[in-house]
């Protein structure tokens, strides 16, 4: 059964990604992929399977019982699918590129595609979340929000906000009882109804966010591009920003079993926080190649999506 765990931002890719789309004709449906030569964009597990999404429609599947041995699928799209949601039971739902929504009831075997263009006039999603009660929601370029209250099967244009809103939304991150919505120029929204209303957030930064989180102790944590990481210990309202001595964006996070948080990003670079995201060092062990998009835990060890495939990484402390 799926079961929604984690999502995590989709890099600083942005819009430059779509040129992943225009790399060539796609393999025929036979035809290996290796999980080590193929761009990641997200990543997700349940309890008895992973997922990894990437480009040009690559689907990689893996049992929990083997996570290093993952079978390779095409869904029936051609563009790169940067957010894939875990629902209930066997439902999922994917996003991406050129207004791409698909979704699945039967644990991945099948896809559908779900025609949104009368809204999304092609712009790609870049991430989707399971809000709960067979609700998901997408977010994309110049301010594309949908949502589904089915299951994927059917989406409807959501306004998060009554001003004109252009701006370009990266993620929907889970921060305890509440959802943000993060992006462009310090695009920040907040939902503590589960999605029903949103309120716009003065962000603490200009640039870029790409992903966000709850910490174990309850904070809000932002972070983005120029190694920009901030946090709030009151929803929101102020913020303090935490050290990490780096210019590097950030675009993926995890916590390990000590409930240190760890922070992914451009040039496999990885920090550790042992103080609930006030302060962040480098990891003791690093080697991930590639810029890291997507994070998720596996039987006590992490798989780490990159623009340089999908593997596992033993953090640091285990």
């Not at 992929?33 to 349940?46: E, G, L």
């Not at 110049?142 to 949502?147: A, C, E, I, K």
């Not at 503590?192 to 640039?207: F, I, M, N, R, V």
């Amino acid at each position: 059964m799926f079961t929604s765990i984690f999502r995590a931002g989709t890099a600083a890719l942005m819009l430059g990604s779509a040129s992943f789309a225009a790399w060539g004709e796609k393999p025929p449906l036979e035809y290996d992929i290796s999980p080590k030569h193929v761009a990641i964009f997200d990543v997700a597990t349940d309890g008895e399977q992973s997922f990894a999404a990437g480009e040009r429609g690559v689907l990689l599947t893996s049992s929990i019982s083997n996570p290093g041995f993952w079978s390779s699928m095409r869904l029936p799209v051609t563009q790169s699918i940067m957010g894939i949601a875990l629902g209930e039971g066997d439902n999922a739902v994917v996003v991406g590129h050129g207004g791409t929504i698909l979704f699945t009831e039967d644990s991945g075997f099948t896809w559908e595609s779900v025609d949104v263009s009368e809204h999304s006039r092609g712009d790609p999603f870049m991430d989707v979340a399971y809000l709960g009660n067979d609700r998901y929601l997408a977010v994309g370029a110049f301010g594309l929000v949908m949502s589904s209250e089915d299951g994927g099967h059917n989406w409807s244009a959501t306004t998060i906000s009554e001003d004109y809103f252009d701006r370009h939304l990266y993620s929907v991150a889970n921060a305890g009882t509440d959802w943000l919505l993060i992006g462009e120029s310090g695009s920040l929204f907040v939902s503590a109804d589960q999605g029903d209303s949103w309120t716009k957030l003065e962000s603490p930064y200009e640039g870029s966010f790409f992903g966000g989180m709850g910490t174990p102790d309850g904070a809000w944590l932002l972070y983005g591009m120029r190694g920009q990481v901030w946090r709030s210990e009151d929803r929101g309202q102020s913020w303090q920003q935490s050290q990490t001595d780096t210019k590097v964006a950030f675009n993926a996070h995890e916590t390990n079993s000590n409930g240190d948080i760890l922070v992914f990003g451009n040039g496999g670079q990885v920090l550790v926080s042992e103080d609930d995201g006030k302060t962040f060092a480098p990891a003791t062990r690093t080697g991930v190649p590639g810029d890291i998009t997507a994070v998720a835990r596996v039987n006590g060890e992490l798989l780490v999506g990159s623009t340089a495939g999908i593997r596992l990484w033993q953090e640091q402390g285990e």
